[in-house]
């Protein structure tokens, strides 16, 4: 049982959550992306740079002793400036308004997590953040059947995130609301402004 709570674990972290949705709109939703640069580009910064941050946090001087809270918190770090990078890239390129909608959801959750945490003191799941974020922006493209997917295997995450005593219920539910409430706010400013 163990190994099924880490295996449900590493499948649903953010990083590679990022990437598979990314890539389920390269595929399924063609349009979001002009080109294949811009997909690489988004991939890069939302699901591979953020990653990076488990093999090097045990080279990283002021996180290689902190063991799995430094771990965490330059995971949050890493993710935070692929987000700003996505964000710059976006803005440089000529970008489509999904797009902005992706990498502003990401970005905005990756700040909320980092102030309710750092700031506030409130354990705010990053896990939970980057589950139900992707779940729900590829419902609204329309692509249920990989959220179904997703979110099946989001549920024995978090059952397996409490049971390796990772988190409680409350830190994951507060965490899946950042961005889903985002969400919910981003895509009628996004129809509302014509962007």
Same mark, same amino acid.
């Given at each position: 049982? &163990?190994?099924?709570?880490? $295996?449900?674990?590493?499948?649903? /972290?953010?990083?590679?959550?990022?990437?598979?949705? /990314?890539?389920?709109?390269?595929?399924?939703?063609?349009?979001?992306?002009?080109? =294949?640069?811009?997909?690489?580009?988004?991939?890069?910064?939302?699901?591979?740079?953020?990653?990076? *941050?488990?093999?090097?946090?045990?080279?990283?001087?002021?996180?290689?002793?902190?063991?799995?809270? =430094?771990?965490?918190?330059?995971?949050?770090?890493? *993710?935070?400036? =692929?987000?700003?990078?996505? #964000?710059?890239?976006?803005?440089?390129? &000529? #970008?489509?308004? &999904?797009?902005?909608?992706?990498?502003?959801?990401?970005?905005?959750?990756?700040?909320?997590?980092?102030?309710?945490?750092?700031?506030?003191?409130?354990?705010?799941?990053?896990?939970?953040?980057?589950?139900?974020?992707?779940?729900?922006?590829?419902?609204?493209?329309?692509?249920?059947?990989?959220?179904?997917?997703?979110?099946?295997?989001?549920?024995? #995450?978090?059952?397996?995130?409490?049971?390796?005593?990772?988190?409680?219920?409350?830190?994951?539910?507060?965490?899946?609301?950042?961005?889903?409430?985002?969400?919910? $706010?981003?895509?009628?400013?996004?129809?509302?402004?014509?962007?």
């Amino acid at each position: 049982m &163990d190994k099924v709570c880490k $295996v449900a674990r590493i499948l649903t /972290l953010a990083q590679l959550l990022a990437a598979f949705s /990314l890539t389920m709109l390269y595929f399924f939703r063609p349009e979001v992306y002009p080109t =294949g640069w811009h997909y690489a580009y988004m991939l890069f910064y939302l699901g591979i740079l953020p990653m990076l *941050a488990y093999p090097l946090q045990p080279i990283v001087p002021k996180f290689k002793h902190k063991g799995r809270e =430094g771990q965490r918190t330059l995971a949050m770090i890493f *993710a935070v400036v =692929g987000y700003l990078l996505s #964000a710059l890239t976006c803005a440089l390129t &000529d #970008a489509t308004p &999904d797009m902005w909608l992706v990498t502003l959801e990401y970005l905005i959750s990756g700040v909320l997590i980092l102030v309710f945490n750092k700031v506030f003191h409130l354990r705010a799941s990053a896990h939970g953040c980057g589950t139900a974020g992707p779940i729900f922006l590829l419902m609204y493209f329309g692509l249920y059947i990989p959220s179904a997917i997703m979110a099946v295997l989001t549920v024995v #995450a978090y059952v397996s995130s409490v049971k390796m005593k990772r988190h409680t219920y409350p830190q994951l539910i507060g965490g899946s609301l950042i961005s889903v409430l985002l969400l919910a $706010v981003l895509i009628p400013l996004f129809h509302i402004f014509g962007a």
